[in-house]
């Protein structure tokens, strides 16, 4: 879609983070199987690891690496954003992680690293959403997690 990538201030409004738990920095893509429906899209993102990141403080002062939580957390607000980052969706309201599963930790993200995010939509229950999302760097997964959401669009 042409109105891609999407900056900070496009996903400020789309998503309630603000930092520092805001995990991702610009929606590079997302793409649809059926248009209008959320099963079946596809979202890419990034995150830029900055030396200066504020969980560096105590994770680990002297051998710096991103909380694995924290990775899971920006796989999820990429499914966040894949749920309503289409030109006309509503901006979410409410947002709760409901579940994860099957999280599996492959590789340390480090400082200066630039974390790409995919995410795609598997189903959708009512107000329940879920996914599958993979984080890498440099093309080598980092992470990996099956998520679910409770999302409530304004």
Not at 47 to 63: I, S
Not at 66 to 88: H, N, R, S
């Amino acid at each position: 879609m042409d109105w891609f990538p999407l900056d900070i201030q496009a996903i400020r409004k789309l998503i309630p983070h603000r930092y520092p738990f805001l995990m991702v920095d610009r929606v590079l893509d997302v793409t649809e199987k059926t248009p209008g429906e959320v099963v079946g899209r596809v979202c890419t993102a990034q995150k830029n690891v900055t030396g200066n990141e504020l969980f560096f403080q105590g994770h680990f002062p002297d051998n710096p690496v991103m909380p694995g939580v924290l990775v899971v957390e920006a796989i999820a607000q990429t499914g966040a954003l894949c749920c309503c980052a289409i030109e006309g969706d509503s901006a979410i309201k409410q947002l709760f992680f409901a579940g994860i599963d099957n999280v599996r930790f492959k590789k340390p993200v480090l400082p200066g690293d630039v974390l790409n995010l995919r995410v795609e939509m598997k189903k959708r229950k009512s107000s329940f959403y879920w996914g599958e999302g993979v984080a890498s760097v440099d093309n080598k997964v980092a992470a990996r997690a099956e998520i679910l959401a409770h999302i409530v669009f304004s």
